[in-house]
């Protein structure tokens, strides 16, 4: 078994580089988007994923580009998935190779 680095989560991310180095709370951010508390704190928390909407409201809020928010998410998706399916993965043969090997 790899031991692996742990990936930052987008709740992680959202809370520790967005929300507290601006002196608000989660609540704030929430109001501020119009959403429920429970949404935003589902996400920070780990509970829940960050979904597109979610990502608009919160890069229109802190003035970033639309997907930011989305993009961390489904790199952290594709990350844990590579890791769980690392030896899946391992005995794959891709397509172009397959070729050369039908030949030898």
């Keep these: ?49 960050m979904t597109a909407d979610l ?7 802190f003035g970033m580009s639309e997907g930011f928010f989305v993009r961390w998410q489904e790199s952290y998706n594709a990350r844990i998935a590579k890791r769980q399916l690392r030896k899946k993965l391992a005995e794959i043969i891709p397509l172009n190779k397959l070729d050369k090997i039908a030949v030898l």
């Design 1 to 49: 078994m790899k031991n692996y680095i742990e990936l930052e989560t987008v709740g992680n991310v959202l809370k520790e580089e967005f929300i507290e180095p601006n002196s608000l709370t989660i609540e704030q951010v929430a109001n501020a988007i119009s959403v429920p508390l429970w949404k935003l704190l589902a996400v920070v928390e780990g509970g829940e994923q």
């Design 55 to 61: 990502d608009l409201l919160l890069t229109k809020y």
